[in-house]
């Protein structure tokens, strides 16, 4: 089956109010790297899908971003009993984990994209040579 590609290949993310919201009353320069994280992401990732020459190909650039920012989640979702074992709020820790939660969460919302990551993850499952039952 040929893969068609989408011309209405939008993309848009954000950081969720509830994240900045989250975040202390001294935390506006996290905001602010929050902001310009999130938009270099979509930025960056809008681009490679515009020039992608099928949603296959967009959705694994889409699965790439996933993988690092769960990568980023585990770090720092790692800090967050270190710092409380030194008696240090772990609530910037808390607010990025967040942040990446709600980004991946984000791309799933786009339903051009969300079925074709699935996709993607399970091809890379299997290529890696996972094999479920044996």
């Known amino acids: 089956m040929a893969d068609e590609t989408d011309t209405d290949r939008e993309l848009s993310l954000g950081v969720p109010r509830g994240v900045l919201e989250s975040l202390p009353e001294d935390g506006s320069n996290t905001a602010a790297d929050m902001k310009e994280a999130v938009a270099g992401l979509e930025n960056n990732l809008a681009e490679a899908i515009d020039e992608a020459e099928s949603d296959t190909e967009a959705a694994s650039y889409a699965v790439d971003a996933i993988e690092h920012l769960e990568e980023r989640m585990e770090t720092y979702d790692g800090f ?3 710092l409380r074992a ?3 709020s772990p609530i ?3 607010a ?5 939660a709600e980004v991946i969460a984000q791309l799933y ?3 051009w ?3 074709q990551i699935d996709r993607e993850r399970n091809y890379r499952i299997v290529e890696d040579g996972i094999r479920f039952g044996d």
Do not use: D, F, K, S
């Open 96 to 100: 990025w984990r967040n942040l990446y």
């Open 80 to 82: 967050i009993p270190e």
């Open 109 to 111: 919302e786009h339903e």
């Open 113 to 115: 994209l969300a079925t």
């Open 92 to 94: 910037y820790a808390i």
């Open 86 to 88: 030194w008696g240090q």
